[in-house]
Every structure is written in structure tokens, then in C-alpha cells.
T-cell receptor, first 116, second 115 residues
Framework: AQSVTQPDIHITVSEGASLELRCNYS??????LFWYVQSPGQGLQLLLK??????LVQGIKGFEAEFKRSQSSFNLRKPSVHWSDAAEYFC??????????????FGGGTRVLVKP | DTAVSQTPKYLVTQMGNDKSIKCEQN?????MYWYKQDSKKFLKIMFS???????INETVPNRFSPKSPDKAHLNLHINSLELGDSAVYFC??????????????FGSGTRLTVV
């Protein structure tokens, strides 16, 4: 069965510092990979996704993520964090292809706190 | 225009009551989902509908009954509410069947509190 692990429940970072959020997945083959952000009281917004090709993907809000097949990881990074980046971040995996019955499986989330 | 809208945003109700949450998407997507987010922020799929047809039904108590009158709407009815049903319920949609090539578009959630 597919699973996603986000080892860090909370991360506190100073404004302007870099940020890296870890995501490890367990899957039979290379899945589709996603990062979502959830601001307080809001729904989830897609930051970026990886399907194939270049293993470094760029997303919105200055985020990027790197897929490492050998480590089954898809870590999210941002070079310089802004106070507005304080939120909950979710990594998700889903099977390749398009088929009814496919679904996204989410990690447990990482809460990011930004210090002034 | 809101892409995926859920109503109500907050719902406080007593144990044993029956309640419904409504979801509508104006994206023209074929597939819609209900996810439950518990107090620890863990997200778990409950149901998925593709073009009004139920395609995913996870191990959810049968007190939960989804209904999709058309592909733009997916409602969730909950009978005999229990304390453990307290959670945030998210509706989502995707362009293709399954999770699609573009991920999901989520609604802003309905926070259900059972007292």
C-alpha cells in the first residue's frame, strides 16, 4: 500500500532563512508527487507537482522540490522564507495515469512557524 | 469566482442529529472527492465520484452517505452524528478520473463540531 511520511511535525524558521521540508514515500513504482499548502482556516492549495522529467520542479510562491528516486523522497525547499509562508504543508502521492479509483494519499503534514 | 465551494463553513450540532454538507465546483471537472481531516491534520479520503458514479468508498461508517445529483455537486449527509465525527471535511475535484494529472482543487473545508 502506498504511504507518505513527513518526519517533521513542526519546523520553526526565521524570516529570511531557508526552509526544507522532508517527504518520503512508499510506493510500488514512481508515483505522481505533490506538495500542498494549507493556511489557517483555508483549504489546500497546490504548490507544485512532479510527474516525470527534470527532477527539480518549480512551484508557486518561490517553492521548489526535488525528486530523488533512490531515496524515495520529494523534499520541498524555499531559499528565503516570508512570514506569510507560515502554514501547514502536505506531501501527497498518487498513481501514475488517469483511472477511476485513483486517489491521492497524503502525509501527516508539517507545520511551519516563521519567527520575525 | 470560487472554484470549489462548500457550505456551511462551520457546523456545530448535537450528538444524534443528522446533517448535510454541500459541495459545488464550477471547474467542469468530472471527479469529486470527500476527505476528512482529523484533529491531528491527517487527511483521509472518504469517497470519490466520477460523473455522478461512486468509484471510491473507503471504510467509512454507513452513517455517511454521499450524493451526487450532477457532476458539479457532491453532498455529504451524516446520520446519527457522533463525537468522533468532529473534524474538518474537505471537498475536492480533479480534472481527470482518479487524482488526475493536475492534482486536486480543494474547497475551504467545513469544520464540524459534534457536542
Amino acid at each position: 500500500a502506498q504511504s507518505v511520511t513527513q518526519p517533521d511535525i513542526h519546523i520553526t524558521v526565521s524570516e529570511g532563512a531557508s526552509l526544507e521540508l522532508r517527504c518520503n514515500y512508499s510506493y510500488g513504482a514512481t508515483p505522481y508527487l505533490f506538495w500542498y499548502v494549507q493556511s489557517p482556516g483555508q483549504g489546500l492549495q497546490l504548490l507544485l507537482k512532479y510527474f516525470s522529467g527534470d527532477t527539480l520542479v518549480q512551484g508557486i510562491k518561490g517553492f521548489e522540490a526535488e525528486f530523488k528516486r533512490s531515496q524515495s523522497s520529494f523534499n520541498l525547499r524555499k531559499p528565503s522564507v516570508h512570514w506569510s509562508d507560515a502554514a501547514e504543508y502536505f506531501c501527497a502521492v498518487g498513481p501514475k495515469g488517469v483511472a477511476a479509483g485513483n486517489k491521492l494519499t497524503f502525509g501527516g503534514g508539517t507545520r511551519v512557524l516563521v519567527k520575525p | 469566482d470560487t472554484a470549489v465551494s462548500q457550505t456551511p463553513k462551520y457546523l456545530v450540532t448535537q450528538m444524534g442529529n443528522d446533517k448535510s454538507i454541500k459541495c459545488e465546483q464550477n471547474l467542469g471537472h468530472d471527479t469529486m472527492y470527500w476527505y476528512k481531516q482529523d484533529s491531528k491534520k491527517f487527511l483521509k479520503i472518504m469517497f470519490s465520484y466520477n460523473n455522478k458514479e461512486l468509484i471510491i468508498n473507503e471504510t467509512v461508517p454507513n452513517r455517511f452517505s454521499p450524493k451526487s445529483p450532477d457532476k458539479a455537486h457532491l453532498n455529504l449527509h451524516i446520520n446519527s452524528l457522533e463525537l468522533g465525527d468532529s473534524a474538518v471535511y474537505f471537498c475536492a475535484s480533479s480534472q481527470d478520473p482518479g487524482q488526475g494529472a493536475y492534482g486536486y482543487t480543494f474547497g475551504s473545508g467545513t469544520r464540524l463540531t459534534v457536542v
